[in-house]
């Protein structure tokens, strides 16, 4: 039997969540990292190496492929569903599309995903180059319809759910980013109970019917949200 050498790789993150939470600002702290600025959302985190703000599809690809030849070490992507923005925009003028509702049977989106794939391909050849490919995102509610369980609520990718659902499979973590909240009986009405948040930024890592999330680090199901959690994950 022949077994393949172990290589060292990089590797693919996702972390989503809403705005503000402080995506951008934990991303700011990898080491060696540069960002491709796609929603100019960077304006007040000093320090960092980023893109201009980019406006078309093959620029950003264009920047992803200069990552390989770059001294970095991480690319961080800010934000995926913008790039989803800009890929619907690319085809939309590209084919004289009206919107991605243009083609039946979700045509658009069908196409749409076959650039997806290619830009899953370039993940691959960044992680096993060794390097690093963390995206950001931000968070949507959806309602989920199990066959077995009545329908509930869920915090997942701000994106087309089939797009979503390839991208955090090609990834070695999906770190969902929100304010701690704890559930309190009022003081009023015992049977009554109250949502109140701690103000404790963290992250969950492990799937929950509430939200998406994974990894493959062996992370505790909730870290906080700080440098912490890129020492363990080796960013």
């Known amino acids: 039997m022949l077994l393949q050498e172990e290589i060292k790789t990089g590797v693919a993150i996702l972390i989503y969540g ?3 939470i402080g995506k951008s600002t934990l991303c700011s702290l990898i080491k060696n990292s540069v960002f491709i600025d796609l929603e100019n959302g960077l304006r007040n985190i000093k320090g960092i190496k980023k893109t201009k703000v980019l406006k ?5 690809k264009e ?3 200069d990552f390989f030849k770059s001294e970095f070490d991480t690319v961080v992507i800010d934000s995926i569903d913008f790039l989803e923005n800009l890929l619907h925009k690319h085809l939309c003028e590209t084919n004289n ?5 243009q083609l039946p049977f979700g045509g658009c989106f069908a196409i749409a995903h076959t650039y997806w794939l290619e830009i899953l391909e370039i993940v691959d050849s960044i992680v096993m180059s060794n390097k690093n490919i963390v995206f950001i995102g931000h968070s949507i509610i959806k309602r989920m319809e199990a066959p077995d369980q009545d329908g509930f609520d869920k915090y997942t990718v701000k994106m087309n759910q089939k797009h979503a659902t390839d991208i955090c499979a090609k990834m070695d973590a999906v ?3 929100q ?3 704890i ?3 009022d003081r009023v009405d015992e049977e009554r109970l109250r949502a109140i948040t701690t103000g404790k930024r963290i992250l969950r890592t492990n799937e929950a019917p509430a939200y998406l999330a994974k990894n493959r680090f062996n992370l505790l199901p909730t870290e906080p949200l700080d440098g912490s959690i890129l ?3 080796g960013l």
């Open 183 to 185: 559930v309190k009986t």
């Open 231 to 233: 020492t363990k994950i």
């Open 56 to 60: 078309k599809w093959p620029e950003f």
């Open 63 to 65: 920047h992803l492929r």
């Open 179 to 181: 304010l701690e909240t």
């Open 175 to 177: 770190l969902f980013a």
């Open 18 to 20: 809403t705005s503000g």
């Open 97 to 101: 599309w009206k919107s991605m509702s």
